[in-house]
T-cell receptor, first 113, second 116 residues
């Protein structure tokens, strides 16, 4: 119940295309869902986050879509750029327990020029 | 320096060695975290400290021993490790780890540990 599943494991997209990464969870008590981006040799950095009271959140080219009934959420990267090539992690937490995140296994995104 | 720093960046140790990883944050945060990142596995939360008190030990073997002398520093003491402990160890901090809050965790670059 504590797992967060993430797919695909790796993704190759052409420059200008849309990258879509999907995550699913089982624990309905989760109420905070961040996405982290990690470049080689660096630690993860927060990209965007959502709470379950909204179905979508957009920040620039990055959008989270959230489906509470299906217990799924996804990251859409519009107009993907080579600089977006990184590993992306979805995560979930119960705010009542502080920031004890459960992370997905990650998706390695490669955007071809 | 700004942000979250970790030393050393790389460490090779034998199974009988004792070593320590150091993390320092310059962000004025009150919560600090240790994570283990292994290839093709999710980041695993190991320990959480909130206002210098340990609030989470995620069933971590006793060969890993954390220490948080103040809100800016976090150590991970290692002894009698196994080859399967080889991984990237990440430190993170956040303004607070108290219940009811969400927000950003700031990660350091990690220490790449190899156990021979």
């Amino acid at each position: 119940q504590q797992q967060v599943k993430q797919s695909p494991q790796s993704l190759i997209v052409q420059k200008g295309g849309i990258s879509i990464i999907n995550c699913a969870y089982e624990n309905t008590a989760f109420d905070y869902f961040p996405w982290y981006q990690q470049f080689p040799g660096k630690g993860p950095a927060l990209l965007i986050a959502i709470r379950p009271d909204v179905s979508e959140k957009k920040e620039g080219r990055f959008t989270i879509s959230f489906n509470k009934s299906a217990k799924q959420f996804s990251l859409h990267i519009m107009d993907s750029q080579p600089g977006d090539s990184a590993t992306y992690f979805c995560a979930a937490s119960r705010r009542a327990y502080g920031q004890n995140f459960v992370f997905g296994p990650g998706t390695r995104l490669s955007v071809l020029p | 320096e700004t942000g979250v720093t970790q030393t050393p960046r790389h460490l090779v140790m034998g199974m009988t060695n004792k070593k320590s990883l150091k993390c320092e944050q310059h962000l004025g945060h009150n919560a600090m975290y240790w994570y283990k990142q292994s290839a093709k596995k999710p980041l695993e939360l190991m320990f959480v400290y909130n206002f210098k008190e340990q609030t989470e030990n995620n069933s971590v073997p006793s060969r890993f021993s954390p220490e948080c002398p103040n809100s800016s520093h976090l150590f991970l003491h290692l002894h009698t490790l196994q080859p399967e402990d080889s991984a990237l160890y990440l430190c993170a901090s956040s303004p607070s780890g108290s219940p009811g809050l969400d927000g950003e965790q700031f990660f350091g670059p990690g220490t790449r540990l190899t156990v021979l």
